[in-house]
């Protein structure tokens, strides 16, 4: 079963790998990855806001946990995305998937990034150390990475 | 038509000055495309926040929709910028 969380709160990444090697003994490999806050030193950022639409966005998650979990065999899956306010080097997103070998758990892991940002409902906001603030724009190479993985 | 809830989010939401409305909409207005041309023409916010119908997605019932999808009385129809999640 997929666990899918949407929350304000940090979450603890040690804590959810060692969930996800609890899926039974079938687990062979655990794969993850963690999304962070970054500041670019040409265009020092102050804070980042991750905006989204509650009454769509853990049914949305759930579906791509869901794809995931069928396409790649999983044992399990993690997907954790957080929203509000939150400051460079804060963590925004974990992914991770325990499968039976190491493949289907490392292509799994950049399935559920892949389509989290295409198809998952949070909108960013920069707050820049000049004062200036913008709305992240969403980037092609975002659309092709997700478009490579095929429709479903 | 029964009114429809509709939301705003990111830079619709602030365009338009509000993050949801319910509203009447006139027979006329069968699709998410027709809902955008017919909100576009309501006042100044409106037609900023629609200015640029490519830059404009949509979803209705909390599912991803296209132009073409058709609504129904009572739906709820979210109008966002592409999502920049992740």
């Known amino acids: 079963m997929a666990v899918v969380r949407v929350q304000a709160e940090n979450f603890d990444p040690g804590a959810e790998i060692a969930a996800l090697g609890a899926n039974g003994a079938g687990v062979g490999g655990i794969a993850s990855f963690i999304g962070v806050v970054r500041s670019d030193a040409r265009r020092p950022l102050l804070s980042l806001t991750l905006e989204h639409y509650p009454a769509m966005t853990l049914s949305a998650i759930t579906d791509i946990a869901e794809q995931a979990e069928m396409r790649f065999s999983l044992c399990g899956c993690t997907v954790i995305h957080r929203y509000g306010t939150l400051l460079p080097g804060d963590r925004i997103v974990f992914v991770g998937a325990a499968a039976a070998h190491r493949r289907p758990a490392l292509e799994a892991t950049e399935f559920l990034i892949d389509w989290l940002k295409t198809r998952a409902p949070f909108w960013k906001k920069e707050r820049l150390k000049d004062g200036d603030e913008e709305w992240v724009s969403a980037l092609e190479v975002d659309d092709e990475a997700a478009a490579r993985w095929g429709s479903g | ?86």
């Open chain 2, 1 to 86: 038509m029964a009114p429809l809830r509709i939301m705003y989010f990111a830079w619709l939401r602030e365009r338009t000055g509000r993050a949801s409305e319910d509203i009447p909409v006139p027979d006329g207005v069968q699709t998410v495309g027709d809902l955008m041309a017919w909100l576009r023409a309501r006042d100044a916010g409106h037609q900023a926040a629609f200015i640029n119908p490519r830059l404009v997605r949509a979803a209705v019932n909390q599912v991803f929709a296209g132009p073409d999808t058709a609504l129904s009385p009572g739906d709820e129809v979210a109008f966002f910028p592409p999502v920049t999640g992740g």
